[in-house]
């Protein structure tokens, strides 16, 4: 063993101080203080705990994650060794070895060497994996929609297999599912480039599991999937009703689980809402962190619209984004191809949009025209609802206060609110005259509801998922 404290010390703090950064801090303090830097040898990096039991659980969760930490600072492929010590011994290095570095700003710089991958290597390695390179965290708008998918996403990315694992983002069409997924990948791919990723859709696992039935390859297929650090399946809906692919999958599932692999699924509905699921893949699903995306509000869909049209490096007025900010409130795909439709019409007669012009333009869009003859009635939610609760809508409206009509009457005031456009006074006016101080009560009301009840807050988003996809 060389000369403890020389070649991997510094990297060592380095790694510490960045896992830190990663983990909540409970977690950090119970595992990361008790472990300490021994010495290195060649290319591996000798740790100390004072018991095998600390060690095994260091060894199952975190190992994977010093080692790429390490190779990453490193430049070079470093592998660790665990070995146990005395109590006394543990305490005397920590006296001398603090464990991750002071704040950064007052540790000494260390020249770290960057892994170097040409840009072509890294899209390569991101085509090959069936990745679209341009789905990134930093071209996903964050809105009050989507704050808990992103930040769950950012740090399965930066922690793949330690923190949500699995995890599952479900939403709409067009809420972004696809974006968040192919960004874990990317970024990993940026950051970690030794770990192994694949991105496949349910429909391509589930052709390419028919296809080595056909060629008797399935150990082939098998292998394939279970050999990946970081799975990441798309669209998982469309297993529904597919018994054999089901189980295939559930086997996968299994063995990366064991081996502590990071798998991420996106779903356009609850697992609780698929059928023909079996039960015993549906609750691997729900094993981990569920996360869900929904429709982004009038503030997010303005930001999106400025953040695409920066990047397409085109001008469009203000009035124009926010005339289609305020019509298009299906999903974000919806957004982007009305946007994508003016800025070609303006570029290919290169001469600036009126908003008359684009509103004749939009006119067309099916987005549009599906906002504009379907647009959703209050007439409609309250229908939805009663239906929900086995209420007349004209009891709704009404003035009774039975107790079975005060909360499906304030959850409809609740969706009106959050879906359409109409403000708290029209909303009052559709109940039966009611005041626009009642809808707002009724909104606080159900937000809190939601707040405290898990169940009930379902209901509600299952309420709103099929009042907006009803306009679709
Ligand atoms: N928050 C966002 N910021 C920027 N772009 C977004 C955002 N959400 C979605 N998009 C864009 O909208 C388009 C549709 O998103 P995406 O394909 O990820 O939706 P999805 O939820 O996977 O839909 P589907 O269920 O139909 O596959 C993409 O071009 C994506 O980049």
């Given at each position: 063993m060389t000369d403890s404290k020389s070649n991997y010390f510094e990297f060592w703090q380095e790694t510490a101080s960045r896992i830190k950064e990663t983990l909540p801090e409970q977690e950090y303090t119970t595992w990361f203080n008790r472990i300490v830097y021994i010495g290195s040898d060649d290319r591996k990096v000798i740790l100390a705990g004072a018991s095998q039991f600390i060690l095994d659980t260091v060894i199952s969760r975190y190992r994977d994650l010093i080692v790429n930490t390490l190779s990453e600072l490193t430049g070079e492929e470093v592998s660790v060794d665990f070995i146990v010590k005395s109590r006394v011994e543990i305490e005397e290095r920590k006296k001398q070895d603090p464990g991750e570095k002071a704040p950064r700003q007052e540790a000494p710089v260390i020249q770290i060497p960057k892994q170097k991958i040409s840009v072509e290597k890294n899209l390569k390695m991101k085509t090959d994996c069936n990745?679209?390179?341009?789905?990134e965290f930093s071209n996903f708008v964050i809105g009050d929609n989507s704050t808990f998918a992103y930040n769950a996403s950012l740090a399965i990315a930066k922690n793949?297999?330690?923190?949500?694992?699995?995890c599952l983002i479900y939403g709409g069409v067009g809420m972004g599912k696809t974006h968040l997924l192919n960004s874990i990948g990317n970024y990993i791919i940026d950051n970690t480039p030794e770990l192994k990723v694949m991105y496949v859709t349910a429909e391509m696992f589930t052709n390419e599991f028919i296809e080595s039935i056909g060629a008797q390859r399935t150990q082939g297929f098998k292998n394939k999937f279970r050999k990946v650090d970081v799975l990441l399946i798309d669209?998982?809906?469309?297993?529904?009703?597919k018994d054999s692919t089901q189980e295939e999958l559930f086997h996968t599932f299994n063995n990366l689980y064991e081996s502590k692999k990071q798998m991420v699924f996106t779903c356009d509905?609850?697992?609780?809402?698929?059928?023909?699921?079996t039960d015993r893949l549906s609750s691997r699903f729900e094993r981990g962190l569920n996360v869900d995306l929904q429709p982004p509000n009038y503030e997010t869909r303005m930001a999106i619209l400025k953040s695409k049209t920066k990047k397409r490096a085109s001008a469009m007025s203000e009035d124009i984004l926010n005339y289609i900010a305020v019509n298009v409130c299906t999903n974000v795909r919806d957004l982007e191809s009305s946007l994508t439709k003016l800025i070609a019409y303006s570029e290919l007669l290169d001469q600036d949009l009126s908003l008359e012009k684009a509103k004749e333009l939009l006119g067309t869009l099916p987005s549009i025209a599906a906002n504009g003859n379907q647009a959703l009635s209050i007439d409609t939610i309250i229908k939805v609802v009663g239906e929900y609760f086995n209420v007349s809508s004209f009891e709704i409206k009404g003035k009774k206060k039975n107790k079975s009509l005060i909360q499906p009457r304030q959850i409809a005031m609740y969706l009106s609110r959050d879906i359409t456009e109409f403000s708290t006074t029209e909303i009052g006016t559709e109940?039966?005259?009611?005041?626009?101080t009642t809808v707002m009560h009724a909104f606080a009301r159900i937000v809190s509801l939601m707040k405290g009840d898990e169940a009930f807050s379902n209901t509600i988003q299952k309420l709103k998922r099929d009042l907006t996809n009803s306009k679709k």
């Open positions: 990745l679209n390179p341009s789905y793949p297999g330690v923190s949500y694992n699995p669209d998982i809906h469309f297993l529904q009703g509905r609850p697992i609780s809402e698929l059928k023909n699921i109940f039966g005259g009611r005041d626009h």
